[in-house]
């Protein structure tokens, strides 16, 4: 995960219009007072497609000086909901199905967007993208310490950093941090050389101590990876982890059974019956009907 820390001024008593329709105005470019600062809270939002994500961001944030007035588990919902409430602050994240963090800027418009603080696991591309432009970013896991942190230069930014400066270090970013590229295929070495795997030709993958079995109709390919290392290279527009020790293709998926404590049964179609924790189960449910 990335934090990425980019500063918009606005004052934070502006009241915003009921109809969400209608896109912001630019924000006002003077700084708030000392005792404005000690009396108004920082409005923020988070917007994340995973709930635990979410959850995570409000239980470490222990400042009482911002206040978290609405939560956004996709792109479409933040726009919606940063056009409307004009936060002061957001916890955005960059990789969420169909419209990303950067789709939500770019449609909410650079001069019109809050502070922003990313969060997302990203390349290394996209990190050195961050670098150049100066902008502060973290990586996940990130603990409380460093949230507060980055919350603290937000507060800097909000009173401090030119914005046109800001707009231009953000609009650099847009173009120079590209979306990860995921992996198209998978080398499987074998003592008759190697095969190269299409992603999209995998069933499912199960983690076998320091190896990981690639489940391709009958056929069962071993390669030595981490499950986790795996699973950030695959679209998560196709491949979502079910259990601990699974990933599944979610286009292979027929349906689902409910189990005791909240756990599901997957069934594939090829018949294949695999168990969906109920940790992972809102987020996997949610991918499969395309929200």
């Not at 404005?36 to 939002?45: E, F, Q, S, V, Y």
């Not at 789709?103 to 990190?127: N, R, S």
């Not at 950093?161 to 609009?171: G, N, P, T, W, Y």
Request: aromatic share 6%; with cysteine; glycine share 4%.
């Amino acid at each position: 995960m990335v934090n990425i820390v980019v500063r918009r001024v606005r004052t934070m008593s502006t009241l915003f219009s009921p109809s969400k329709l209608q896109p912001p105005t630019p924000r006002n470019t003077h700084s708030i007072s000392e005792r404005d600062r000690t009396t108004i809270k920082i409005r923020a939002i988070i917007v994340d497609d995973v709930e635990l994500a979410r959850e995570h961001i409000r239980q470490l944030l222990r400042d009482d000086s911002v206040e978290i007035i609405a939560e956004c588990e996709n792109g479409r919902e933040a726009i919606k909901t940063i056009r409307t409430l004009q936060p002061d602050l957001v916890f955005l994240d960059v990789q969420m199905p169909k419209v990303g963090g950067f789709d939500v800027i770019k449609a909410v418009g650079v001069e019109a967007m809050p502070t922003v603080v990313f969060v997302t696991a990203y390349d290394q591309f996209a990190l050195h993208a961050f670098e150049v432009n100066a902008i502060d970013y973290l990586l996940k896991p990130f603990d409380g310490e460093r949230l507060a942190k980055a919350v603290e230069r937000a507060k800097r930014l909000i009173n401090g950093q030119d914005s046109d400066e800001v707009e231009a270090k953000l609009r650099r970013l847009l173009i120079e941090a590209k979306e990860p590229q995921y992996l198209k295929r998978i080398p499987v070495k074998s003592s008759r050389g190697t095969v190269l795997l299409l992603t999209d030709e995998i069933d499912w993958i199960e983690s076998a101590g320091h190896y990981l079995e690639l489940y391709v109709r009958r056929e069962r390919h071993l390669i030595r990876e981490k499950l986790g290392d795996l699973e950030e290279r695959l679209d998560p527009q196709n491949f979502a982890r079910i259990h601990r020790s699974t990933i599944v293709n979610l286009n292979r998926v027929k349906s689902l059974h409910p189990l005791f404590n909240g756990d599901q049964l997957v069934i594939l179609e090829n018949g294949r019956e695999l168990n969906l924790s109920r940790t992972y189960s809102e987020k996997v449910i949610k991918r499969l009907i395309g929200q």
